[in-house]
């Protein structure tokens, strides 16, 4: 029974299907419905920085849930989803840093739960039960 309780393979399994496969439903509506791109690339205009960088959720919100889920390169993917997350709370989010919902959960709680899952994910990499452990 010890064993089962002090899984660490499987714990890191868990925490890459969530994380992964959360963050894919992103990706896969931005695919479905293009005109967020347009959004995107405004926001990155409205920072001073070039639009074509928009294309990069498509790294963050696609790919690297792909890397996670598989178990393949999972530290890089962690990362990537974090650094999507940073440029989200920084472009869309940034006025709500410490704002809380009417429930008085913070409003960024789910990107919070994706920056600091994609962070867990980068230090402890993808456990053995993965394509490629790491």
């Known amino acids: 029974m010890y ?7 499987a714990g890191k ?3 890459r299907l969530t994380l992964g496969s959360l963050m894919l439903f992103h990706g896969v509506a931005k ?3 293009p005109g967020t791109l347009d959004f995107i690339s405004g926001s990155l205009a409205g920072a001073g920085l070039p639009g074509v960088l928009a294309y990069g959720v498509y790294v963050g919100e696609i790919i690297a849930p792909l890397m996670i889920i598989l178990g393949v390169y999972s530290r890089i993917g962690g990362l990537l989803v974090a650094i999507n997350m940073v440029f989200a709370i920084l472009l869309v989010h940034s006025g709500d840093l410490f704002a809380l919902t009417e429930h008085g959960g913070l409003r960024l709680e789910l990107q919070a739960f994706y920056l600091f899952c994609g962070l867990a994910l980068m230090f402890l990499g993808s456990g053995r039960l993965a394509v490629k452990p790491d």
């Not at 064993?3 to 393979?9: G, P, R, S």
């Open 13 to 15: 399994l868990v925490l």
């Open 3 to 9: 064993k089962l309780m002090d899984n660490q393979a």
């Open 31 to 33: 695919v479905l419905h």
